[in-house]
């Protein structure tokens, strides 16, 4: 089956940033000139994805608009003649791309948010892309990898980076299966000492859409909130998950040094290429 829809949960208040993201949603802010959520959609569209899902909360609009038409805009810069800023605004997306924008009324966890979505999504499988997690390198997207993945096997799909030492316990961690990229769980942060392998899940997934009837279903997790690591720990066991390997470098801009690193990142590729 065809990967061609994708969910962005976007609801986070962004409290690491504040007070930048007091009245701006984090998620606009912006690498160099585009913003972390663009970046986002565009790997999604390199992936052959079409339908956008933006699972929102309060003060959350300006996403909305960022990629909706801004006609006054684009009329005043053509009155200037800025016909390239003009056509950069109205090409935000390419034509047949739909966004849907769905509010998640309370932050109950990354579970919830994807849950939020059912509707939009139905019997499809779907990618999950965290505007968080920025990511460089790889040749089509890791969003492309994992659809690559998926269609050939038609499980869900992880992205995973080794992760060494004690960070180990930030992330969900894969217990290896038996063969080559076999998932045959996920462990939600746990100790360093007993981690189960050094292969840390990051925010981009291909999910199979039986995810939903698990979520619905599951208690909450660690937090109080409804993991979206114990759903794929259920589907693990039952041997329908597989593991990717970043080609690439993952910049965690849920975090201010790693927002930086990735600004710092991108601005000395574009002097290289300038």
Known sequence: MTLR???????????????????????????????????????????????????????????????????????????????????????????????????????????????????????????????????TGSEHGVTADLARAFEATGKSQLSVMEVNGPDISKYGVVVPGDTQGAVAGLVEKPDARSAPSNLASIGRYVLTPDIFDILRSQPPGAGGEIQLADAINTQAAAGSVEAVKLRGRRFDCGSVQGYLDAITSVAAQRQLGA
């Open 5 to 135: 829809k994708a969910v962005f949960p976007v609801a986070g208040f962004g409290t690491r940033f504040l007070p930048a993201t007091k009245a701006m949603p984090k998620e606009l802010l912006p690498i160099v000139d585009k913003p972390l959520i663009q970046y986002a959609a565009e790997e999604a569209i390199a992936a052959g994805i079409d339908t956008l899902i933006f699972v929102t909360g309060r003060n959350k609009r300006a996403i909305e608009d960022h990629f909706d038409n801004n006609q006054e805009l684009e009329i005043a810069l053509r009155a200037k003649g800025k016909n390239e800023q003009a056509d950069m605004v109205r090409n935000i997306l390419p034509k047949g791309v739909e966004c849907i924008f769905m509010r998640q009324p309370e932050q109950l966890g990354l579970g919830h948010a994807v849950l939020c979505a059912e509707r939009a999504v139905g019997t499809d499988p779907f990618a999950v892309l965290l505007a968080d997690d920025f990511l």
